[in-house]
């Protein structure tokens, strides 16, 4: 298991892209869409290796809350090749299972737990993470589908 990013909750995905990319120099590994009809980037500093997942919900969407600023952080995303087992895990140690690969608005492979202050934790089961780069082997690449923060 390893922590390979975090995504942080945009208003507007081209200007946050402008900021991240042409400001910070970050460099776009990927994006795609979500099943709710969100958005995502995946951003990663060569230097340090170390990635951010810019998120845009449309209005509409369940997870399409109001923005709060300085409360952009969307969840944490870690790779593993046991999601399930992993979130049961959890949730013996406080977490609580809000979204699974068969809900509605959920991830083939993936589970969201919240830890017990309610912040979300996606559990990647794609793959395992390799010694060499951090990164997960097999399929590459998140979907994270965050969520209303109904329990704030």
């Given at each position: 298991?390893?922590?390979?990013?975090?995504?942080?909750?945009?208003?507007?995905?081209?200007?946050?892209?402008?900021?991240?990319?042409?400001?910070?120099?970050?460099?776009?590994?990927?994006?795609?869409?979500?099943?709710?009809?969100?958005?995502?980037?995946?951003?990663?500093?060569?230097?340090?290796?170390?990635?951010?997942?810019?998120?845009?919900y449309?209005?509409?969407?369940?997870?399409?809350?109001?923005?709060?600023?300085?409360?952009?952080?969307?969840?944490?995303?870690?790779?593993?090749?046991?999601?399930?087992?992993?979130?049961?895990?959890?949730?013996?140690?406080?977490?609580?299972?809000?979204?699974?690969?068969?809900?509605?608005?959920?991830?083939r492979?993936?589970?969201?737990?919240?830890?017990?202050?309610?912040?979300?934790?996606?559990?990647?089961?794609?793959?395992?993470?390799?010694?060499?780069?951090?990164?997960?082997?097999?399929?590459?690449?998140?979907?994270?589908?965050?969520?209303?923060?109904?329990?704030r």
């Open positions: 298991m390893g922590l390979i990013y975090f995504g942080i909750r945009v208003t507007d995905l081209d200007r946050s892209l402008r900021f991240y990319v042409q400001g910070l120099g970050l460099e776009e590994l990927r994006r795609g869409r979500l099943p709710h009809g969100g958005r995502r980037v995946l951003l990663e500093d060569r230097k340090t290796g170390q990635r951010l997942e810019l998120n845009w449309p209005s509409g969407s369940p997870f399409a809350v109001p923005y709060v600023v300085g409360e952009g952080l969307d969840h944490l995303g870690f790779s593993t090749g046991h999601a399930a087992e992993l979130a049961r895990r959890l949730e013996e140690c406080g977490g609580k299972i809000v979204l699974s690969p068969s809900d509605p608005d959920g991830v492979q993936n589970f969201y737990v919240t830890d017990p202050d309610g912040n979300w934790v996606e559990l990647m089961g794609w793959g395992s993470p390799s010694p060499a780069t951090g990164h997960a082997s097999g399929k590459r690449g998140t979907s994270a589908p965050s969520r209303a923060r109904s329990n």
